[in-house]
């Protein structure tokens, strides 16, 4: 007897969200990996990687504050708010009167009045926002600090260099952060109405569309990686000189 096909009520929230934005968040993903990807070895890359996304991290925990006794609050889970760690971070890189140089971007601004104007109508649409952004630093943003440590040791430094505040969590677990934030959100839609669910889920891949147009705007990228691809260029140029030499 075949299996009976599994109902999407049945299915937990995050999952049919995942399922949702498959394509767009593989494109997503293969952005940072090109943009954020050259900056593990370029501080100068990796603090415009941060100062895109601070301003986003920043409105979420404010409306995280003022929306604290709404539903949206119950995905505030303890140990998952980064602002500071951004800061942190930021001043490392940027020097400390980084703020008093700071404006966000434009498409960054287009960004934050598209949160401003769903707090205002649709509060409940922010918690995709706050679900996708917190997860993808645990996630994704993960294995760029791993990858960054690794580059460290194998340069000589120190992996536990400062700068990586936003992606290290104290004493809070990888695991426990991402089960505890998961079922805050699947807890959260189990109260909403279906309109209102499908509304999350469409606004799920508004997500990812408004990740990659600020990401597009990390400079420094294309100078590194032309820098390399001439090193690279120089040096079988010169190993090409080396060997017709030793022929002749």
Request: net charge neutral; aromatic share 6%; proline share 3%.
């Amino acid at each position: 007897m075949a299996p009976q096909a599994e109902h999407v009520e049945d299915i937990p929230f995050t999952k049919q969200m995942r399922k949702a934005t498959r394509d767009i968040h593989s494109v997503s993903d293969a952005l940072i990996n090109a943009k954020l990807g050259i900056a593990l070895s370029d501080n100068a890359v990796w603090a415009e990687g941060l100062l895109v996304f601070y301003d986003v991290f920043a409105y979420l925990e404010s409306a995280l504050d003022r929306l604290g006794d709404s539903l949206v609050g119950e995905l505030d889970v303890p140990g998952m708010r980064r602002r500071a760690a951004f800061e942190a971070d930021l001043a490392h890189y940027l020097g400390a009167d980084w703020r008093l140089r700071h404006a966000p971007r434009p498409a960054v601004q287009r960004y934050l009045d598209h949160l401003a104007d769903l707090e205002r109508d649709e509060p409940h649409l922010l918690m995709a926002y706050i679900y996708h952004l917190y997860m993808g630093l645990l996630s994704g943003g993960q294995v760029l600090r791993a990858k960054r440590r690794l580059l460290h040791r194998v340069l000589g430094g120190s992996a536990d260099a400062p700068g990586n505040a936003v992606t290290d969590y104290g004493a809070h677990t990888i695991r426990q952060l991402k089960t505890r934030l998961a079922a805050a959100m699947n807890a959260a839609a189990d109260q909403l109405d279906d309109v209102t669910r499908r509304q999350l889920i469409d606004e799920s891949r508004e997500v990812f569309v408004r990740n990659n147009e600020i990401v597009a705007t990390v400079r420094g990228a294309e100078q590194v990686l032309l820098r390399r691809l001439g090193t690279a260029a120089l040096l079988l140029l010169l190993l090409a000189a080396l060997y017709w030499l030793l022929l002749r």
